[in-house]
C-alpha cells in the first residue's frame, strides 16, 4: 500500500485553496482503469454544473482514498448543494433536537441501520439533505426505496457517488 503525505491544507470543504487536489496527486498510485486526476479544479470549478464526464470515477471494489476521496467529497457537496447540500451530523443533531428529544440516538440508529445515509470525511460524518422529508424527520420514500435496492450493492461512500453523478441506469440523468 502506498503512502500518502499527510497535507497541511486539510482544512473545511469550501475552504480550501483552489488546486488542493493537484497538490497532493504524485502520491497516487496509477490506476489505468480510472480516468486520470490531473487538472479536476480546470473540469470542475468547483461551483458550478456537475458534468459526468469529468466526474472522478466511482471506486466500487478499490477505497476512494487521498485526493481522490476529496475531489469526489467536493463533487459530491456541489452536486448536492440544489438539494439542500452535505449536513454536518452535528447540524442533523441540532435540527432534530427541535423535534425529538433524543437527537443523538436517533440519528446514530439512522446511520447505523443505513436507513439514513451517511459519509464519513476528514473525520466527520455528513448527511446528504436531499434524502430528509418535509418533515425534516424521516427519509423521502423514493430514497428509502433506492437504499434498500442499492444497499447490498454499495458502501454509503458509493451510494452518495450514485446520486451525486448522472447515470446511464437513468438515462444519463442524475437521480
Known amino acids: ?36 486526476p490531473t487538472g479536476l479544479r480546470a473540469r470542475f470549478d468547483g461551483h458550478g454544473s456537475a458534468d459526468a464526464a469529468n466526474a472522478p470515477a466511482v471506486t466500487t471494489g478499490w477505497p476512494a482514498i ?20 452535505l449536513l454536518h451530523s452535528e447540524e442533523c443533531q441540532r435540527r432534530l433536537r427541535q423535534r425529538t428529544d433524543q437527537p443523538v440516538s436517533r440519528l446514530a440508529r439512522a446511520i447505523v441501520s443505513r436507513a439514513l445515509l451517511s459519509l464519513s470525511w476528514d473525520g466527520d460524518t455528513w448527511i446528504p439533505a436531499f434524502q430528509f422529508a418535509e418533515d425534516g424527520l424521516s427519509v423521502r420514500p423514493c430514497c428509502a426505496q433506492v437504499f434498500e435496492e442499492l444497499g447490498p450493492l454499495f ?20 437521480p
Request: charged share 20%.
Open 1 to 36: 500500500m502506498p503512502a500518502y503525505p499527510l497535507r497541511d491544507d486539510h482544512v473545511r470543504p469550501g475552504t480550501a485553496a483552489p488546486g488542493r487536489h493537484e497538490s497532493a496527486l504524485p502520491a497516487l498510485p496509477a490506476r489505468p482503469d480510472l480516468p486520470d
Open 66 to 85: 487521498g485526493p481522490l476521496k476529496d475531489a469526489q467529497f467536493d463533487w459530491m457537496r456541489v452536486a448536492f448543494s440544489p438539494r439542500g447540500g
Open 155 to 174: 458502501d454509503d461512500w458509493e451510494l452518495a457517488w450514485w446520486f451525486a453523478v448522472p447515470n446511464a441506469w437513468l438515462g444519463g440523468a442524475a
